[in-house]
């Protein structure tokens, strides 16, 4: 299988994929631990660095980039200082962002991880401050998001969800990305984060272990009970090409063809920060079905892929040659 999975890799690139979701400002302040304070036990830190990284549901698109094909990021900011840093940053990774939408009456999204060096090979997160709202778009933006969607859909391979609960991906405007992308026969794609009813009869949709134990409020332990799991999951959504659930080291589940197979996970032995992980599932996903690959192939690619940024602290982009190192076993 390594010959077939490596031969997928060029085949990522050249793509055009839109991203629509709830785009976030990653901010990581990092201080050196110098004492204990004397108001609590807790560490002070001097500061050391701030540093800014697109997350969210620009995550996928950086993604996207770094495998070498086209993200279309569409998504709502507010009109405030964080947002136009956020939109500098996906400019500055070659993600277009005409489609993001700045609103005065919501604030950006923005996650602050304060972190502590303490001589390790990376810092120690110590607490993260988020700054959202989870208010559901209005009618007008909404409106908006669709008629950009609308005049870019010719081109694109792929639409992808990415749900962060941030208020854009109401049922409302799901059922307009359906409709859609059934006009243009376009691949729609979502990462669910648990609202599994809002993302019914898509292409694809992606859950972890835990949204499917809690949507079907049953315990998952073994291959077959995932197996079952994700056929059901499959059957009931109306899922019409692949439902895959991610399950960390063991692998992800996969329902497709009326069937449901186990895919597992490359070893890892030093796992540092699983955050962004499924991000980069999910990218990877949509670009090698998006390029016709067997739905099976393509969560093992995936599950390459995601074995590749838990090595990173924070959001990393895995590379073509990463991969190709990946499935050589190498990394």
Request: net charge negative; with cysteine.
């Amino acid at each position: 299988m390594s010959e077939s999975l490596k031969s997928l890799v060029p085949r990522l690139a050249n793509r055009t994929i839109m991203v629509v979701g709830d785009v976030i400002l990653d901010e990581y302040v990092t201080g050196r631990v110098m004492r204990m304070s004397r108001e609590a036990p807790i560490p002070v830190l001097e500061l050391e660095s701030k540093r800014y990284v697109a997350g969210g549901a620009a995550n996928p698109s950086a993604n996207i980039v770094s495998l070498g094909s086209r993200a279309l990021q569409l998504g709502v900011v507010g009109e405030d200082a964080a947002g136009e840093r956020l939109k500098q940053i996906l400019a500055d990774q070659g993600i277009q962002a005409g489609g993001i939408i700045s609103r005065a009456d919501r604030p950006t999204t923005v996650k602050t991880r304060i972190l502590a060096q303490m001589g390790l090979r990376f810092p120690q997160q110590v607490t993260r401050i988020d700054s959202l709202t989870r208010r559901p778009i209005d009618r007008e933006t909404e409106s908006l998001i669709i008629e950009f969607a609308g005049s870019k859909l010719d081109g694109a391979d792929a639409v992808l969800l990415s749900h962060y609960h941030g208020g854009l991906l109401t049922p409302a405007l799901v059922e307009r990305m359906r409709d859609l992308c059934a006009a243009y026969s376009v691949l729609l794609a979502a990462d669910a984060q648990g609202s599994f009813e809002t993302f019914s009869r898509l292409d694809v949709i992606k859950c972890n272990a835990d949204d499917a134990r809690r949507y079907l409020n049953r315990g998952l332990a073994s291959d077959e009970d995932f197996s079952e799991a994700a056929l059901q999951l499959h059957d009931a959504l109306g899922i019409r090409q692949a439902t895959i659930i991610t399950r960390g080291s063991d692998g992800a589940t996969l329902a497709a063809n009326g069937r449901a197979v186990h895919c597992p996970a490359p070893q890892v032995s030093d796992v540092f920060d699983t955050v962004g992980a499924g991000d980069t599932a999910i990218a990877t996903l949509a670009l090698a079905l998006a390029a016709g690959a067997d739905p099976e192939d393509a969560v093992m690619l995936a599950n390459h892929a995601s074995g590749i940024v838990v090595r990173y602290f924070g959001n990393h982009s895995p590379t073509p040659a990463e991969l190709i190192g990946s499935i050589d076993g190498e990394l």
